[in-house]
C-alpha cells in the first residue's frame, strides 16, 4: 500500500537521489499500487523508467548505468553483472 504523502515522500528521495547521479527503481508493484502511482502521476515524477516487472531487468538496465571506475573497486560482486 502507498498513499499520496508516501507517494510525495518517494518523489522527494527520487529528486534528491537524483542530485547525487541517482535514483529509486521500483520492482513488482501489485497492480492496484501501479493504478495508484499512475493516477497521482508518481510514474511521471519519478520516471518511467524506473519501474520493472522483474528484478532481472531492473539490474540489467540500472547496470548500464553505473560508473565503471567504482565497480572495478568493489569486491562485492553480489549481481551477476558484477561477475
Known sequence: ???LAGAEALVAENNRLKKL???LYFVGLKAS???FAAKT?????IGRDHF???KT????HI??????KICAKC??????ECQ
Open 52 to 54: 520493472f516487472d522483474s
Open 75 to 80: 569486491n562485492a560482486l553480489v549481481f551477476k
Open 33 to 35: 499500487v501501479y493504478e
Open 21 to 23: 547521479d541517482g535514483g
Open 1 to 3: 500500500m502507498i498513499d
Open 57 to 60: 531487468d531492473a539490474i540489467a
Open 41 to 45: 502521476h508518481f510514474i511521471k515524477h
Open 63 to 68: 547496470y548500464k548505468m553505473l560508473d565503471r
